[in-house]
């Protein structure tokens, strides 16, 4: 297997580090990236304990000039990137009522424009290549509205667009292939940030919501124990995406998520079919 030059953004803790520290495992030229430097020193001691290599680079998806001097770093020590894993994003639970438009705004820049903006900048590279792959890290979200996260789930049904879109007429044409990853839930992952933001914008409000609330809060305790998966978990199937040679368009990461997205992907699991039925439609043979 040849080695691949591998960016990765949100490494800083959770899916973002675990994928990065998989990789590296395998023996890719990782690029783990994050916002803030300052939480570097989590990834750097894991990395040392497992005695794998990586380089940590300072990259704000929110921030195109940060971008542009990540991927102009690597591309003058590399010359190429081979792959991008879109893993920087963040949870959210809130009505539509009760939602801040800062907060609506904040979450599609996060997890929908943070990964246009990077392709946008990466992909000159991939298509002159005529190879490369973009993994984009969605969620059963992506796929199935739930009860709380209409704002979360628009960015990721985005997200979802953003990437079969891009995989009918740049993969045939370019070389360049897209993924979809959907996990079902990452440990607590979600639940905390979700948790954290309701706090910093007025705490649980006092209103006809609270209950309805009150029950989706205490549901999705209930199903951590059964529908959430580890980090490393979830990073093992990213990185096998990584590595295949015809990787899926889209790809749950557990039975549990595969399960609650049955109705919507039983016909084509994969993506594939779809993909070409739409390059034939709209592009011909």
């Not at 796929?143 to 079969?164: D, H, M, R, W």
Request: net charge positive; charged share 25%.
């Amino acid at each position: 297997m040849k080695a691949k030059v591998v960016l990765v953004t949100g490494t800083s803790s959770g899916l973002g580090a675990s994928v990065a520290l998989q990789a590296a495992k395998r023996g890719h030229k990782v690029y783990a990236t994050m916002r803030d430097l300052g939480k570097k020193e989590g990834l750097e001691a894991a990395a040392n304990g497992a005695k794998v290599q990586l380089s940590i680079l300072a990259l704000d998806v929110q921030n195109m000039k940060s971008i542009e001097t990540a991927v102009d770093d690597i591309i003058g020590r590399e010359g190429r990137i081979d792959a991008v894993v879109n893993n920087a994003g963040t949870g959210y639970a809130r009505s539509t009522e009760q939602a801040p438009l800062e907060d609506v705004s904040w979450i599609m820049d996060v997890n929908f424009m943070g990964a246009v903006r990077m392709t946008k900048v990466v992909i000159p590279y991939m298509r002159k290549a005529r190879s490369g792959h973009f993994i984009n890290i969605s969620s059963v979200g992506g796929l199935v509205g739930q009860p709380f996260n209409e704002i979360y789930c628009a960015s990721k049904f985005a997200l979802e667009g953003f990437t079969e879109a891009l995989a009918s007429y740049v993969q045939p044409h370019f070389g360049v292939k897209f993924t979809a990853v959907e996990p079902g839930g990452i440990s607590s992952e979600f639940f905390n940030s979700a948790l954290k933001r309701i706090s910093e914008t007025g705490g649980l409000l006092q209103d006809e919501y609270l209950p309805i609330l009150e029950k989706y809060m205490a549901k999705s305790r209930e199903r951590g124990q059964t529908a959430f998966q580890t980090p490393d978990q979830v990073a093992a199937v990213v990185v096998k995406c990584l590595e295949a040679k015809d990787p899926p368009l889209r790809i749950r990461t557990s039975k549990w998520a595969n399960d609650l997205c049955r109705l919507k992907t039983y016909a084509d699991p994969d993506g594939k079919k779809l993909q070409r039925k739409v390059i034939d439609m709209f592009l011909g043979r």
